[in-house]
């Protein structure tokens, strides 16, 4: 009994979670299209979410490009395929691995902060004092968190698919000794345009759903600081693992 | 009742009405059936020990919080009945001074007052203006671009206060506007509402538990205990009462109506501990 107990008070606790997620992503799709809007504070969030998060997004992806030309470069050469290092570089970083990573990273960075600086400005009732001086908290802090975050995602992924090919380009010419005209021809051989959208599209999706579910994470904080610290920490971790699993099921829509 | 959007006509509804008020929080009652109603230009002071939920009927009265059941209506409309764009532009008619000051703080002093200002469009030079005004009020001249965490409890308390009566609102809710200061500030902010209330004619409800204030600023006096708006009276009236509760409570007595159930709780957790 004590194990359907537990059970069935998890499966009542994710309900409750995916309820608060789409009330909000409704308030906050209807407070977008209504004035006052903070054109200031949209531009602040962009700066936080895309600009702040380049450095993090260079170093992942070149990295991941760098092992990704290394990996299957060992891999192919034992069937004489060393040819395709390029293309599987290109088409793994821009169908998937850029994206994730990306998202992964900046739901890290940027996930934990917007539900650190909600969830403080509930235990501290600002927001509270925002609904009580006639503007919506939704409105004035979750909208421009979201939209920076949808708009600013796909930004990142395209430097992403750019730093990591040119990681693996470096790897395979410059320590793998690969010819870099046939490396280069090898990557956009067999590349699509619509593999670098896919990614794009996926992105878009990614930044939706961390910043949405940190904002949630952060809006309904209780409890002091240690509450603000357990928002945070599953605002990261439910971000995250949210981004992966929408990540299947988009793979499979979109391809 | 009159239908939304429509204003009520002149002096035939309260500017605050609150029946049969309920609200619980995981199982507990907190409040239990509150019934007041707050004239146009009126000064209602809740008076009550702490932790008896005076905080959390303040927040109902703006609509932070809402009811398990019962109504609230401003000037005779009812507030939940309307859609979530018409609650925020209901508020803007408010101003609300929290316990801690609640000031933003990723803003300055000066941008703080300016918030409610700026967000309904005022001009630069206005709302300058008007921000000087009301630090002014407050006596905090030279803090407006210092940040609330560089003020002292009393001065954020302060800020919140020129905040709160920036955007001239019709009426005022104020939660303990005066604890924690040091007895001359107390007067001073009892002066600055007493000068708001004859000079604007707002309504103002104020949560409170210094009788002092109370009398000074209160057209009349509640008192809130046990979910229950007890008694309610002229100041004068109020101080003079022969009811035992709030005699215990303006005598400041350990024991007491009020301090009953709380005896009661504690041998009931001291006998389980045991």
Same mark, same amino acid.
């Given at each position: 009994?004590?194990?359907?107990?537990?059970?069935?008070?998890?499966?009542?606790?994710?309900?409750?979670?995916?309820? %608060?997620?789409?009330?909000?992503?409704?308030?906050?799709? #209807?407070?977008?299209?209504?004035?006052?809007?903070?054109?200031?504070?949209?531009?602040?969030?962009?700066?936080?979410?895309?600009?702040?998060?380049?450095?993090? /997004?260079?170093?992942?992806?070149?990295?991941?490009?760098?092992?990704?030309?290394? +990996?299957?470069?060992?891999?192919?050469?034992?069937?004489?395929?060393?040819?395709?290092?390029?293309?599987?570089?290109?088409? $793994?970083?821009?169908?998937?691995?850029?994206?994730?990573?990306?998202?992964?990273? /900046?739901?890290?960075?940027?996930?934990?902060?917007?539900?650190?600086?909600?969830?403080?400005? %509930?235990?501290?009732? +600002?927001?509270?004092?925002?609904?009580?001086?006639?503007?919506?908290?939704?409105?004035?802090? /979750?909208?421009?968190? /979201?939209?920076?975050?949808?708009?600013?995602?796909?930004?990142?992924?395209?430097? #992403?698919?750019?730093?990591?090919?040119?990681?693996?380009?470096?790897?395979?010419? +410059?320590?793998?000794?690969?010819?870099?005209?046939?490396?280069?021809?090898? $990557?956009? +051989?067999?590349?699509?345009?619509?593999?670098?959208? $896919? #990614?794009?599209?996926?992105?878009?999706?990614?930044?939706?759903?961390?910043?949405?579910?940190?904002?949630?994470?952060?809006?309904?904080?209780? #409890?002091?600081?240690?509450? @603000?610290? %357990?928002?945070?920490?599953?605002?990261? @971790?439910?971000?995250?693992?949210?981004?992966?699993?929408?990540?299947?099921?988009?793979?499979?829509?979109?391809? | 009742?009159?239908?939304?959007?429509?204003?009520?006509?002149?002096?035939?509804?309260?500017?605050?009405?609150?029946?049969?008020?309920?609200?619980?929080?995981?199982?507990?009652?907190?409040?239990?059936?509150?019934?007041?109603?707050?004239?146009?230009? *009126?000064?209602?002071?809740?008076?009550?020990?702490?932790?008896?939920?005076?905080?959390? &009927?303040?927040?109902? &009265?703006?609509?932070?919080?809402?009811?398990?059941?019962?109504? &609230?209506?401003?000037?005779?409309?009812?507030?939940?009945?309307?859609?979530?764009?018409?609650?925020?532009?209901?508020?803007?008619?408010?101003?609300?001074?929290?316990?801690?000051? !609640?000031?933003?703080?990723?803003?300055?002093?000066?941008?703080?007052? =300016?918030?409610?200002?700026?967000?309904?469009?005022?001009?630069? !030079?206005?709302?300058?203006?008007?921000?000087?005004?009301?630090?002014?009020?407050?006596?905090?001249?030279?803090? *407006?671009?210092?940040?609330?965490? *560089?003020?002292?409890?009393?001065?954020?308390?302060?800020?919140?206060?020129?905040?709160?009566?920036?955007?001239?609102?019709?009426?005022?809710?104020?939660?303990?506007?005066?604890?924690?200061?040091?007895?001359?500030?107390?007067?001073?902010?009892?002066?600055?509402?007493?000068?708001?209330? *004859?000079?604007?004619?707002?309504?103002?409800?104020?949560?409170?538990?210094?009788? =002092?204030? =109370?009398?000074?600023?209160?057209?009349?006096?509640?008192?809130?205990?046990?979910?229950?708006? &007890?008694?309610?009276?002229?100041?004068?009236?109020?101080?003079?009462?022969?009811?035992?509760?709030?005699?215990?409570?303006?005598?400041?007595?350990?024991?007491?109506?009020?301090?009953?159930?709380?005896?009661?709780?504690?041998?009931? !957790? !001291?006998?389980?501990? =045991?």
């Amino acid at each position: 009994m004590k194990l359907l107990e537990a059970i069935g008070r998890m499966v009542l606790r994710l309900l409750e979670e995916l309820g %608060r997620f789409f009330q909000m992503l409704g308030r906050a799709i #209807g407070w977008s299209f209504r004035p006052p809007y903070d054109v200031p504070e949209h531009f602040r969030q962009m700066v936080r979410v895309g600009f702040d998060s380049i450095p993090v /997004v260079f170093l992942t992806t070149l990295f991941t490009g760098m092992v990704l030309a290394l +990996q299957t470069f060992n891999g192919f050469a034992r069937f004489h395929a060393e040819s395709l290092v390029g293309s599987v570089v290109a088409l $793994s970083l821009t169908r998937e691995l850029a994206p994730v990573l990306t998202a992964l990273m /900046v739901t890290g960075r940027v996930g934990s902060a917007m539900a650190a600086e909600l969830g403080t400005m %509930r235990v501290t009732e +600002q927001i509270d004092a925002l609904t009580a001086l006639g503007t919506e908290p939704v409105q004035y802090l /979750v909208v421009p968190r /979201v939209a920076a975050s949808i708009l600013m995602m796909p930004l990142l992924v395209i430097l #992403g698919d750019a730093v990591g090919m040119y990681g693996g380009f470096l790897v395979a010419v +410059q320590l793998l000794g690969a010819n870099p005209v046939t490396y280069v021809e090898n $990557s956009f +051989q067999f590349l699509e345009v619509s593999d670098v959208t $896919s #990614g794009i599209i996926k992105a878009a999706v990614f930044g939706l759903i961390f910043s949405l579910v940190a904002c949630v994470r952060g809006y309904y904080t209780e #409890g002091g600081a240690e509450g @603000v610290g %357990r928002s945070t920490t599953r605002a990261v @971790v439910s971000g995250s693992l949210a981004v992966l699993f929408v990540d299947f099921f988009l793979t499979k829509l979109l391809f | 009742m009159s239908r939304r959007g429509e204003p009520p006509p002149a002096g035939t509804s309260p500017k605050i009405r609150v029946e049969d008020l309920r609200k619980s929080f995981n199982g507990k009652v907190v409040l239990d059936g509150i019934d007041f109603s707050v004239a146009e230009g *009126e000064s209602l002071v809740i008076v009550g020990p702490s932790g008896t939920g005076k905080s959390v &009927l303040l927040k109902h &009265l703006i609509g932070l919080i809402r009811p398990d059941s019962g109504r &609230l209506s401003i000037d005779g409309q009812d507030f939940w009945s309307f859609s979530e764009t018409e609650r925020t532009a209901v508020r803007k008619r408010f101003g609300m001074s929290f316990q801690e000051g !609640a000031l933003f703080d990723s803003m300055s002093v000066f941008d703080n007052v =300016a918030f409610p200002l700026r967000r309904s469009g005022r001009p630069p !030079a206005e709302v300058r203006q008007r921000v000087r005004e009301c630090l002014d009020m407050v006596h905090l001249p030279n803090v *407006e671009a210092k940040r609330p965490s *560089e003020l002292s409890g009393g001065m954020r308390r302060r800020v919140g206060f020129a905040r709160a009566i920036a955007h001239e609102p019709e009426i005022l809710l104020f939660d303990e506007p005066n604890t924690g200061l040091d007895p001359i500030m107390t007067d001073v902010i009892d002066e600055v509402i007493l000068e708001l209330k *004859e000079r604007l004619d707002v309504t103002i409800v104020t949560i409170t538990h210094h009788m =002092a204030s =109370a009398r000074k600023i209160g057209d009349r006096v509640a008192l809130l205990y046990g979910g229950k708006l &007890l008694y309610q009276a002229p100041p004068d009236e109020f101080l003079r009462s022969t009811d035992p509760a709030v005699r215990q409570f303006v005598d400041g007595s350990a024991e007491g109506p009020l301090t009953v159930e709380f005896d009661r709780e504690r041998k009931t !957790a !001291a006998s389980e501990g =045991a």
